[in-house]
């Protein structure tokens, strides 16, 4: 059986019979004779055209073997679904606001159950920023803001928005809300899982993001790491890379709503006073993570920040309860670098880097991997 990426999730579900196997709770040991029998257990259902959901634990993701993760992709490649969840419920102590957690969890019931006003409030925005964002889940941010687990240090990279490569917000999509999608029933756990624990789900699920990849040549220079250290090939190269980011990377989204491009975005009067509340937002989070974590560097990326927060449009809102942050544009370091301008600026008391072109831009006069390398060693 195969479905086309154009269709919802909930379209391909409603079509086709859905198994799980939960490893949550198994006695079993996770080795490779595991795995070759889970794959033949696999392929006898996939004849009778079922979508294959697999639950392990976070701690667990990393017993999972390569050839496994390649044969995912095989399948996927044939539009047939086999999706890896992970599971590790975290305690009460996460960087999230009580305000911020109801604003996502109404955010994700609206687009369950109403979703006539979640595409609605999507087209609003569409008006605002002159952008068309995509009817999916929102992501606010990715990565673990949560109990510290084996490293202390964090990064903290500030975009526009997510970005859409199909089959990845498919993918994505089921993982979030996963209860719902199965049982009917809404669970906020669902998210939150996916948000902490993204990197190795992204990684695990066999997905790819040249995004990401080339990334991780800026990373691999603010760790002053040597600059082979991801150089290699293939998914082994992808395994240091996601590893990496689960161990540290946190990035959030100024707008937590996909869309295809940004190359019309405006910055209207109205559209200010939605960035300068979700900007409030944000230095929330990155507050707590100071407190939380060895905070390491936090990065504004895009020249859209440049306007917001260089040229302080982020105060010139027009709501009443807009906030005003503190900015001395006298303090502003500008540091130009090869066809980029780099800004360091306190913001409320938090020091940040506001890079005036997204880092991974393609264009005349992007950077190259070694650039980008080269940034993150002076940044």
Known sequence: MSFKYSKSIKQILEKSNVEVLDYTKTSEKLDEKFFKKLKELIEKKLNLGKIIIIKFLKRDSFKIPFWFIEWIKKLRKRCIFIIIILVSLPKN?????????????????????????????????????????????????????????????KYVLISLNPGAQYPNPLIEDLIMNISYYLTGIYNYQDWLNFYINFYEIFFINGLTSKYYTRLINLFAGLHRLPQTYFSGKGIHKQRQIYNFYDSYLINVDLIPYRSHSTSTFKTTPHGICYLNKRFYEILNQISCIKSKFNLRKVILNGKVFVDLIVNQQINNCCCK??????????????????????????INGIDVVVIDRFLTYVGKGSLTNNDLYNLGTIL
């Open 93 to 153: 102590n996460c960087c999230i606001s009580s305000n911020l957690f109801t604003e996502i969890d109404n955010d994700f019931k609206d687009y369950l159950f109403n979703n006539t006003n979640y595409d609605s409030k999507l087209n609003n925005l569409k008006t605002t920023f002159s952008t068309a964002f995509m009817n999916t889940s929102p992501t606010y941010f990715t990565g673990n803001v949560c109990d510290k687990e084996r490293n202390n240090d």
């Open 321 to 346: 309860n807009c906030q005003i942050f503190s900015l001395n544009t006298n303090t502003i370091k500008k540091q130009p670098y090869k066809n980029f301008t780099i800004y360091d600026v306190n």
